[in-house]
């Protein structure tokens, strides 16, 4: 009875209409006095039942009961494709709690591949989740999709997340004859810029959004991209294994201290300064490479592009801020993995993703050589036209803000995909945009030491942003430090806890000296300004 009031257009403010027919429905169905959503008696086998089959804004659902496993409740798995190609998923929990949680996708998404570490906890809190590929199907390094296929890419861009909202309220309304009370996104990498995209462009689609190492600034940090990767393929310009260590250890050696203690982890990033580091003392003599226990003129090179300001031709949002150094540079999922490939740039991922962007969005020629491809603003229309696809880079986000919703900024301190530093730089323009009263009301921005690119790395990566963002928007309880853990990698245990504090703050260690046990609680720390 509902199915025609759900059809929204995609500009429509989807919350608004979400909440305009749950008003509808609650007449319909009966409401509690103070107008909240009944609470939910559906199970997943009821509602895999009542979808199974169903065609929901032309999508055919296809459904299937997933059996529990590995710490993870059985859930129905509703699947269906919104035409042309865009594959969607939604996981409807044993009991609802009665709130929708989307999950971002990640690189340039291709595959319905939500987050298990953020999606695993909250489907067992009660959350129906959504995700999709955003509307091609390739591999998550290949944008060859955008080449061709221009809907595609307006997809990718930032219209899957709207459409297939749409689809997913009418879905959720289906199997429980009520809308969500409140309607969530969280995402990491390209699902950060998602959730970004979904604040500037849909301000009324979320209650609340986690943007997790937004890759905010596409045009920017792919340009940075390119310019790293150069200095790497240059002549004598390859990191080793050694060579990273070599760093890195310089790093640590003069900055690990800096915050209390000597634990492996440069907390206190915004005292680690290119002048306290002074990578220059590892130039071998004569600046030609002599060996691992120097840096050649060309590596020293490389270092320079990592940790200056990336700025290029045309609108004043195509830059990207450099990195800090981190002291973690070696670790398995930081430069190796990103940035040098050990020696190898083109097996690198950020060469590779680069590579795909010459490709099929600026040069637009499947046989471009992307490390010839010189300079990278030299298609000023191309840079604008990928602008206006996937840059979430708008700092206003006062219609986000004054309908009511709250955003939750999150990055690794020892991110070597995406710059903290930009995220950084968002935050300031931002607030500088809304207003700091304003943009401390409703936005949060916290960097998590020594972490990875999401998750890895030395540092306290875990952290349940979901929960507190959950609180903020339903209970009205701003979050201020949070906590985070390191689990094992095998058991699950977790291994030390910290606090997570609000940017600029780090948390500097107050416990005990040498005490190894006092060293992992996070009580052992004070969020500190630098
Ligand atoms: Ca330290």
Known sequence: MHSGLLKTPLATPTKLVAAALGALLLTACGSDDDGTVPSQTVSSQQACDALSGKTIAGATLATTMVPASAGVASYCKVSGTIAPALNFEIRLPQTWNGKLYYA????????????????????????????????????????????????????????????????????LAVAYGALPSKSYFEGCSNGGREALMAVQRSPNLFDGV????????????????????????????????????????????????????????VSNRAA????????AALRCAGGADTGDTCLSDAQLAVVTSWTTDAVFTGSATFRNAGWSLTGNEDDPGAWAAWTTGNGNVTAALQYLFQDTTVKNYLARDPAANSLAYSPWDQNQ????????????????IRPFINSGAKLILWHGGNDSALSPNSTAEYYAKMRGAVGAASADASTRFYIAPAVDHCAGGPGADTSDLLTALDQWVTKGTAPSTLAAEKRDATSGATTFTRPLCQYPQYPRYTGPANDAAAAKLATSYTCTSP
């Open 104 to 171: 971002g996708g990640g690189g340039y998404n291709g595959a319905i591949a939500p987050q298990a570490s953020y999606v695993t906890p909250a489907l067992s809190q009660g959350y129906a989740i959504v995700a999709s590929d955003s509307g091609h199907q390739d591999n998550g390094l290949s944008a060859n999709f955008a080449l061709t296929d221009t809907f595609a890419a307006q997809l990718f861009g930032s219209l899957s997340v709207p459409t297939v909202m749409s689809t997913a309220l009418e879905t």
């Open 210 to 265: 986690i943007a997790r190492a937004p890759a905010y600034n596409w045009v920017g940090f792919m340009g940075q991209f390119n310019r790293t990767a150069k200095t790497l393929a240059a002549p004598g310009g390859a990191f080793s294994a050694a060579k990273t260590g070599l760093l890195a250890k310089r790093v640590r050696d003069t900055c690990d201290a800096l915050d209390g203690i000597v634990d492996g982890v």
């Open 272 to 279: 680690c300064t290119p002048a306290v580091v002074n990578v």
């Open 381 to 396: 229309n191309a840079l604008y036209a990928m602008a206006a696809l996937n840059d979430a880079t708008n700092a206003d």
